[in-house]
């Protein structure tokens, strides 16, 4: 009884299965049900008649080709030798065809991408053809007219990136990169992003990139602008340096699609980091209480502090150089207009150690020095046709200076502090090492300079 009932299992099941199969068999027809409708469409985005369905039935596995014929004689491939299981297929097409192209050689680097373009106008011939593992194929004909077709592929007219080589560290210096083009037409949908065809873990990895902000919209036509800078200014650490790809793609509402490249290298790409070491700053003046320093009119005041380069990427520096002597009321700008040195004023992406202080006369950081001495903490070379000095990874620098109170502040006594200073960017260690200072009445005399020695 039992093996009856085994029997009899056995045997639904093959029913079931041959059933699930829609009638698959190794030698009965490969192909059926093939058909395209409507006999005419007109792909321009209207919403009518835009597209036709392709239906077909494979009752084996084969291989498939699905393609259009022009009055020419000329043969387009929609689908070209792309396997299948048997069962019912259907799906929409809306006139394209789509092209292989290799966005660099050799061409085994990348995948193969498809430009997208609607056929013209004009009446075809169409196949489907489906050919088994014995080599057996069956074909399927008809006729279809295309009609007032939108044919204009979307234009990438003067793409160009500009430098092509960035190195976006925020120290001022090609840390950005233009990617401009103007767009011939409205589209559905754009995509601008950056990939690097040499990455052996992951060659297809898309860094997308984010137009600026504008009127324009980034899929209407007209003129379209990016401003690259890596992701610095968020936060983030760019790509790792190395060449790309700028790949901008663009598809219109009924498909066409068009790609266009440009290159671009990333050098030196690191958010910077830097900190005044132990959040330490030394300030010694002629009387010292303790809690407060105390100086006369026309007294110094002397500070030193480490700075240590804490990141991955040289930060820029420029002077005033440690050493450097201020008059309480002068300034960096002042004292840059006194030495003529142009390069002592603010830079953006440089790097400054400052000292600020209450009732500052409106002129924040008025006191400002290079993050480390320059023979012997930096490393200086010619860029552009002038000197710039680095802090690089893992250095630190030593900065001292001293400051001559030959006025006193509204507000006495005042607290004073010092910063790390990103210039455009960011203060770093704000409100480093606090210190209360006095100046004494004019009556007073002022006493012995100090002496403090820097220590590396």
Not at 6 to 16: E, M, R
Not at 64 to 72: C, G, L, M, P, T
Not at 202 to 210: A, Q
Request: aromatic content about 10%.
């Amino acid at each position: 009884m039992k093996r009856f009932l085994s029997l009899t299992f056995s045997l639904s099941l093959l029913i079931l299965m041959a059933a699930m199969m829609g009638g698959c068999s190794a030698t009965g027809p490969i192909l059926a049900n093939a058909r395209i409708e409507p006999a005419v469409i007109s792909p321009n985005a209207d919403g009518v008649a835009d597209v036709a369905r392709i239906s077909y039935t494979i009752r084996r596995p084969s291989e498939i080709s699905i393609y259009f014929e022009d009055e020419a004689g000329h043969r387009y491939y929609f689908r070209q030798n792309k396997h299948r299981g048997p069962r019912d297929y259907n799906v929409l097409w809306g006139g394209v065809i789509e092209e292989p192209i290799y966005l660099i050689e050799p061409e085994h680097l990348l995948k193969p991408r498809y430009l997208g373009r609607v056929l013209p106008d004009g009446r075809y011939h169409w196949g489907i053809e489906a050919t088994d593992a014995r080599g057996k194929t069956d074909r399927a004909e008809g006729e279809i007219t295309i009609e007032n077709a939108d044919t204009e592929v979307p234009q990438f007219e003067n793409f160009a990136v500009n430098p092509q080589v960035i190195t976006p560290n925020q120290d001022g210096i090609n840390d950005r990169a233009s990617i401009t083009y103007w767009l011939t037409k409205d589209v559905e949908e754009i995509q601008v992003y950056l990939m690097n065809p040499h990455d052996e873990e992951n060659p297809e990895r898309k860094y997308p990139l984010e137009p600026t902000e504008r009127e324009v919209e980034p899929t209407d036509a007209g003129y379209h602008f990016y401003d690259y800078d890596g992701g610095i200014d968020k936060g983030a650490d760019p790509p790792p340096d190395g060449d790309y790809l700028v790949v901008a793609e663009a598809w219109d509402k009924v498909g066409n699609h068009n790609i266009v490249t440009g290159t671009l290298t990333i050098e030196n790409g690191g958010y910077p980091r830097a900190n005044i070491v132990k959040g330490e700053v030394t300030m010694v003046g002629p009387f010292d209480s303790g809690y407060k320093l105390n100086i006369p009119l026309g007294g110094k005041m002397i500070f030193t502090a480490t700075i240590e380069n804490d990141g991955k990427v040289p930060i820029r520096t420029a002077g005033p150089w440690p050493g450097a002597v201020y008059k309480a009321s002068e300034n960096y700008n002042t004292l840059a207009y006194r030495e003529n040195e142009s390069s002592w004023f603010e830079q953006s992406g440089t790097w400054r150690f400052g000292l600020n202080y209450q009732s500052n006369f409106g002129q924040d950081w008025p006191f400002r020095f290079a993050v480390g001495r320059k023979d012997e903490d930096l490393r200086c070379e010619m860029i552009n046709g002038l000197e710039q000095c680095f802090l690089d990874p893992g250095k630190r620098g030593l900065v001292y200076g001293t400051i001559i109170w030959d006025i006193i502040p509204p507000r006495n006594p005042f607290r004073i502090w010092g910063g790390l200073l990103h210039e455009d960017v960011r203060i770093e260690n704000n409100f480093a090492d606090v210190h209360e200072i006095e100046i004494a009445d004019p009556r007073q005399s002022p006493d012995a300079t100090p002496q403090i020695t820097p220590q590396p």
